[in-house]
């Protein structure tokens, strides 16, 4: 099965813009890579920067907890890369649940339908060490950044998985093609998140960069939220920035805007 992802520019419109946001008003939901960082040639490359953590740390206590990141990647490595916040964190596009002071919840997963992906991936990865394969609790992910001559290959790869395995999800992104053995997804994540006491009543804003952002959009858009695409490409965020660091510079806006409100202070 195929996650239909294509953004449709026309789905939604607001009046609401960035300049109507505020720490007082609204609900926070971030994308990682892309979004919060830079994207990298390889995943274990990724890092934040300390002065993001900060501003995620003072926009999380100025809205009273109404901040969550919500990332195709694992828990495990969402906790390793936000360290030491501790906020709410949808990982493995909405599979995985983890909230503060909470054990991890995660959605049913195909375990005997992920191994047998994981093992085709691998196999055909051999042949161009170019080719990386990442390995997550509820998904593998294939990625071609490094090689994308072989893009047309990697998705019919994919599909030929699926076919038998009704359980098994492909999903697009960045020079990426993941198969997901859980359900779930941004949107689906989000719309849990958000039902969270320090999220109710609030404006709900979304972030992200890629297609398998365009679940959160489309959910955060019915609820007449905001949501922003950072980069280029078709999608149905009703705003957009041109990257991670515009992204950084609004929400260190919003941040100095709280604290001349509030005197000063967080």
Same mark, same amino acid.
């Given at each position: 099965?195929?996650?239909d992802l294509?953004p449709?520019?026309?789905?939604?419109?607001?009046d609401?813009?960035l300049s109507?946001i505020?720490l007082?008003?609204?609900?926070?939901f971030f994308d990682l890579?892309?979004t919060l960082?830079?994207?990298?040639?390889?995943?274990?490359?990724?890092?934040?920067?300390p002065?993001?953590?900060?501003l995620?740390?003072?926009i999380?206590?100025a809205t009273?907890?109404?901040l969550?990141?919500?990332?195709?990647?694992?828990?495990?490595?969402?906790?390793?890369?936000l360290a030491?916040?501790?906020?709410?964190?949808?990982?493995?596009h909405g599979v995985?649940l983890?909230?503060?002071?909470?054990?991890?919840?995660?959605?049913? /997963?195909d375990l +005997?339908g992920?191994?047998? $992906?994981?093992?085709?991936?691998?196999a055909f990865?051999?042949h @161009?060490k170019? !080719?990386? /394969?990442?390995? +997550?609790p509820?998904s593998v $992910?294939?990625?071609?950044?490094?090689a994308?001559?072989h893009k @047309?290959?990697? !998705?019919?790869?994919?599909?030929?998985?699926v076919k038998?395995?009704?359980q098994?999800?492909?999903?697009?992104?960045?020079?990426?093609v993941e198969?997901m053995?859980?359900r779930?997804?941004?949107g689906?994540a989000?719309?849990k998140?958000?039902?969270?006491?320090?999220f109710?009543?609030?404006?709900l804003?979304f972030a992200?960069?890629?297609v398998?952002?365009?679940?959160?959009f489309?959910?955060?858009g019915?609820q007449?939220?905001?949501?922003?695409k950072?980069?280029?490409?078709?999608?149905?965020?009703?705003q957009?920035v041109?990257?991670?660091?515009?992204?950084i510079?609004w929400m260190?806006?919003?941040?100095e805007?709280?604290?001349a409100a509030?005197?000063?202070?967080?």
């Open positions: 099965m195929q996650r294509n449709d520019p026309l789905s939604f419109r607001t609401t813009t109507d505020s007082a008003n609204a609900a926070f890579d892309g960082t830079p994207i990298m040639e390889q995943p274990e490359d990724v890092a934040i920067h002065a993001t953590l900060k995620l740390a003072d999380y206590a009273n907890g109404a969550a990141v919500v990332s195709g990647r694992p828990i495990e490595t969402l906790l390793f890369l030491p916040l501790d906020i709410p964190l949808a990982g493995s995985e983890k909230l503060p002071g909470s054990p991890l919840q995660q959605e049913g /997963v +005997k992920l191994a047998h $992906a994981v093992d085709a991936m691998r990865a051999r @161009d170019r !080719l990386r /394969v990442e390995v +997550k509820a $992910a294939l990625h071609y950044r490094q994308p001559e @047309d290959a990697c !998705l019919a790869l994919v599909e030929s998985i038998g395995h009704p098994l999800e492909v999903i697009r992104g960045k020079m990426v198969i053995a859980g779930g997804d941004k689906s989000i719309a998140l958000a039902t969270l006491p320090a109710k009543g609030r404006l804003v992200g960069d890629d398998t952002d365009e679940a959160g489309r959910w955060v019915k007449g939220g905001i949501t922003i950072v980069g280029t490409g078709p999608t149905t965020a009703t957009r041109d990257d991670v660091a515009a992204l510079d260190g806006q919003l941040s805007a709280s604290k509030s005197g000063g202070k967080i």
